[in-house]
């Protein structure tokens, strides 16, 4: 996965985090959380407030 597999990120960290509103999730530890995945590979230099704004706001489509 790569940061603009916001979808599929979402989709991994809804699983991995099933009781955390992604509202709350600070965007430092949304980028850890993030890189942590283990199907993840991608530079963290290439990742951005609006890459994770996206990817908070996947997480939140898929608690829908």
Do not use: N, Y
């Amino acid at each position: 996965m790569k940061w603009t597999d916001t979808i599929d990120i979402a989709i991994e960290l809804s699983e991995a985090h099933p009781d955390v509103d992604p509202i709350t999730v600070r965007f430092t530890d949304l980028q850890q959380w993030v890189m942590a995945l283990p199907e993840f590979d991608d530079d963290p230099e290439h990742c951005g407030e609006r890459i994770l704004e996206a990817i908070q706001m996947a997480w939140l489509d898929e608690l829908d």
